[in-house]
């Protein structure tokens, strides 16, 4: 089907497709890695209105193995008006809609969501429901931002799209906060501290489990049992917070014209090399070319 589309295209690798006419599959990665076929499932809408999706674009280390046996997506996938769903974009699954609706489609690297593998399985299970407490707050939200970027002019668009990007990354982690029987999970309030407590001390090289568990009171692995309860480690969120302290300080400081050395000390890193090879990994640039591109204020690219 030929269908009206507008990309947005920003440089943290995050495409947004606003379109007024239903695929019958969903996007895919613009470079044409996707895989179209087979697809898996597919999602079932029944009637006019507007539809969020993120597309969860492949990673740049290869992912584990999946067995045949574990078997986590429907083959169908009811969703309603203003619904949030995750989706493989290297598999696109088909979309049964009537023709005329609206989509707004995220497309996310897989590393912003900063997610395991097996988590990324559950948030595409189940679509994030309109009605919910993240849907009620996050659904409008992201339906006006998908319109507010495309429109805008950088860098006032990238910094919706780095927004956008934080957004869906919290829309997941949020969305694992439910038991199998779908009963929300009570975060421990320890873990928020903790949290907290790791972002006044983000400059800090010397900042590790075992000076976060010692101010804690608690013990090492106590520290990363919590953190893997909530579907992450301590390294990589410490990492994840660093990278997003310096990313945000390279657009707002690009007239300084501060080094890029200069900017990962200031976050605890020690090594530019290794900064610049986890800086890449997460958002699909160097920090020279996040910088550079913020500094020229490249417009977003359109396609009809």
Known sequence: MVWQEQVCRMPMGLDIVVTDRAPTRLPAPADGAGRPEPAAHRFVVHG????LFVGVRGSTTPAPATPATDVWRPGEVIVGPGDICFYDADRPPALDAPEHVRLKVFLVPREALGLEERDLR??????VGRSSRLGTLLSPFLSELADTVSSSRPPVAELLAWNAVNLLATLATGHLGKDATGTPRVHSPLVSRIQRYIDLHLADP???????????????????????????TV???IQRRRLEECRRDL??????RQTIAAVAGRWGFLSATHFSRVFR?????????????????????RAG
Do not use: K, N
Not at 251 to 256: I, P, Q, T
């Open 122 to 127: 559950r948030v595409m299970a189940a679509p």
């Open 235 to 237: 390294g990589r969120w």
């Open 281 to 301: 990994a997460a958002y699909g640039m160097s920090p020279s070319e996040w910088r550079d591109t913020a500094g020229r204020g490249a417009r977003p690219r």
């Open 206 to 232: 010397d900042l590790s489990p075992e000076a976060i568990a010692a101010a804690q009171h608690i013990s090492v692995r106590y520290l990363h049992r919590l953190f893997q309860d909530e579907g992450t």
């Open 251 to 256: 657009l707002y400081r690009v007239r300084d």
């Open 48 to 51: 006019p209105g507007e539809y």
